[in-house]
């Protein structure tokens, strides 16, 4: 068990990350009261460990699991490691501006759902208080889980939870944020094909044309020459095409 330090909260949290397949899983087992009438919140991380190559997200979703009794007061976002690119999973759900039963979301009780975009429901329709988990099965997020693709994985990913009205109060109890990632040769945010980098030409090998087209854009920005993605055509990128001298595996 580790202890993580975010803005005003002490979190014990069991962190797990594992490989699966072209995927990564982390997951937060730890529970934590989330404090009530609170825009700040408690903040869940998860670890996603760095790979031999650069990669990308290509999709994501997250399973989650909240005991609260009114499930309208909470606000729940999930920042990447970049510490800039977020996406609002739940906002208020069932939130109306006014009128009966006033500005308060939706009154039911608990949520086991897993947030996914291609998910059939939207979680902010499918408020009612007959059934408990109010939210649960797959259900499409506030906000599109898309808006990852192409950030790197590796890092911290924080999942932070807020209960904006006060009276009832809930716990985080667990949630697992699941990747599907791409290797990411020379840092351009595009998926590439690492095993054959240096193959310019796209004949299946890396030879003497290849080598050609290389020393043709020396010194220049030129994208497809630039297999480092430092901006510039040069020594590493020649090191690079000369590593991988013959057949694409």
């Known amino acids: 068990m580790t202890l993580k330090t975010y803005g005003f909260c002490v979190l014990p949290l ?15 087992t730890s529970g934590f009261v989330i404090p009530d009438g609170s825009s700040s919140g408690s903040t869940a991380v998860f670890e996603i460990p760095g790979g031999s190559d650069t990669q990308v ?3 994501a979703r997250l399973e989650l699991e909240i005991e609260h009794p009114w499930v309208g007061d909470l606000v729940v976002r999930l920042i990447a ?3 800039t690119t977020s996406v609002d999973l739940l906002d208020r759900v069932g939130m109306v501006p006014a009128g009966f039963p006033g500005p308060f979301g939706c009154g039911g009780d608990n949520i086991l759902a897993s947030l996914e975009d291609d998910a059939l429901e939207a979680a902010d329709e499918t408020c009612t208080i007959d059934g408990s988990p109010v939210l649960a099965g797959s259900l499409r997020p506030q906000q599109s889980l898309s808006g990852f693709i192409g950030v790197n994985p590796s890092g911290i ?8 009205q006060s009276g009832d109060q809930g716990s985080f ?7 599907e990632v791409a290797p990411d040769c020379n840092g351009d945010g595009v998926p590439d094909d690492c095993s054959c980098q ?3 030409d796209g004949d299946g090998e890396v030879g003497g044309s290849d080598l050609a087209r290389l020393l043709s854009v020396w010194g220049t920005n030129d994208v497809e020459g630039d297999l480092d993605g430092d901006g510039f055509v040069g ?3 020649l090191s690079s095409l000369l590593g991988n001298w013959g057949l694409c595996n």
């Open 157 to 164: 990913w924080q999942l932070q939870i807020s209960d904006r």
């Open 173 to 179: 109890i667990s949630a697992c944020l699941r990747l």
């Open 81 to 83: 490691p970049d510490g």
């Open 235 to 237: 020594g590493a990128d």
């Open 57 to 59: 997200v290509l999709g």
């Open 14 to 28: 069991v962190l797990s990350a594992t490989s699966v397949g072209e995927g990564l899983d982390a997951c937060s």
């Open 198 to 200: 240096g193959d310019l």
